[in-house]
């Protein structure tokens, strides 16, 4: 039997693109990691310029002299909305044969928004880190203590990784759905009606890797 779902369905994570590099060793059981080089021997199982998630069990990935894997620490991201888009453009390829004829360039884009609720610490009050990481990529972020000490957190332009399941209540023995992709996060809104919850809207493209759709066991 066929199924469909609503959007309530899909879960959002971000990373901030602030993992460490991981050069050497192995991997670690269950983990997410953005291949950013691939020696020529390597046993990394994908291309450069994708995200996978490492063996749950079993034997690890040991790491070749030129390969270098950045580790991604996601965030839960707390949605109300989500799209996206990937597309390909068209290039003329006519002739007097086949006039008007038309070929992909190859190159797949993505684009998209994402929209959630401002979110902050029951007892601090301090911004949740998934939101100050995002405020981070537009602004740099002071933290003053109120006793003399500042502490000054730049301009973070680096691109983001993005992460969707598709099916988030999968059950042992389905399958889950995702799409990993690097991001760049390119505008940003924040909505503070007098009579609404304070909100936040991300507009994001692709960045630097390639988009994938990711399918393994819940």
């Known amino acids: 039997m066929l199924r469909t779902f609503t959007g309530q369905r899909a879960s959002v994570w971000l990373c901030s693109n602030n993992g460490p590099i991981i050069s050497s060793g192995t991997t670690a059981p269950n983990t997410k990691y953005f291949v950013m080089d691939k020696a020529e021997d390597s046993d990394i199982p994908v291309p450069t310029g994708v995200i996978f998630v490492s063996p749950r069990t079993g034997q690890q990935i040991t790491l070749k002299a030129a390969d270098r894997l950045q580790l991604i620490e996601d965030d839960r991201f707390c949605k109300t909305s989500l799209s996206f888009e990937l597309s390909t453009s ?129």
């Open 90 to 218: 068209a290039v003329d390829a006519s002739t007097d044969c086949f006039p008007g004829a038309q070929i992909s360039d190859g190159v797949t884009g993505l684009s998209g928004s994402l929209s959630g609720l401002w979110q902050y610490d029951q007892e601090t009050e301090d911004f949740v880190a998934v939101n100050a990481d995002i405020l981070n990529k537009f602004v740099a972020i002071i933290d003053d203590s109120g006793g003399g000490s500042y502490t000054v957190n730049e301009r973070d332009d680096n691109h983001a990784y993005l992460h969707v399941c598709l099916n988030t209540d999968a059950k042992p023995g389905q399958i889950s759905n995702w799409l990993f992709a690097p991001v760049v996060l390119v505008s940003t809104s924040v909505s503070l009606e007098n009579t609404d919850p304070q909100s936040l809207e991300i507009s994001f493209t692709l960045g630097y890797g390639t988009p994938v759709i990711y399918r393994m066991p819940a």
